[in-house]
Nanobody, 120 residues
């Protein structure tokens, strides 16, 4: 069984920083793309940042220059460093990982979400 667990959310003032972490565990053969999404009530979940298995990175326009995604393959982890936070960054942040298990095709796994609140 595969688990994806996020940590690092919280309350921060505008202009501050937070670092989100996400670790995958279980019967994992390989991890392809990993990414961070966010969702606010009443809106669609949106991609914030993604990193492929080969290290190719993409960001939502709204976070370019402020957020940095990275991954540690040995730890099966992905991180999101968030700087210069704005109130509009307030959301529940979800980790996503495309994971292949033995004898199974690759599938997307989601974490439970972590709340990020930015006060003005």
């Amino acid at each position: 069984q595969v688990r994806v667990v996020e940590s690092g959310g919280g309350l921060v003032q505008a202009g501050g920083s937070l670092r989100l972490s996400c670790v995958a565990s279980g019967s994992i053969v390989s991890i392809n793309a990993m990414g961070w999404y966010r969702q606010v009530p009443g809106k669609e979940r949106e991609l914030v940042a993604g990193i492929s298995g080969t290290g190719r990175i993409n960001y939502a326009d709204s976070v370019k220059g402020r957020f940095t995604i990275s991954r540690d393959n040995a730890k099966k982890a992905v991180y999101l460093q968030m700087n210069s936070l704005k109130p509009e960054d307030t959301a529940v942040y979800y980790c996503n990982a495309n994971i292949r298990q033995l004898w199974e095709p690759a599938a997307d796994y989601w974490g439970q979400g972590t709340q990020v609140t930015v006060s003005s």
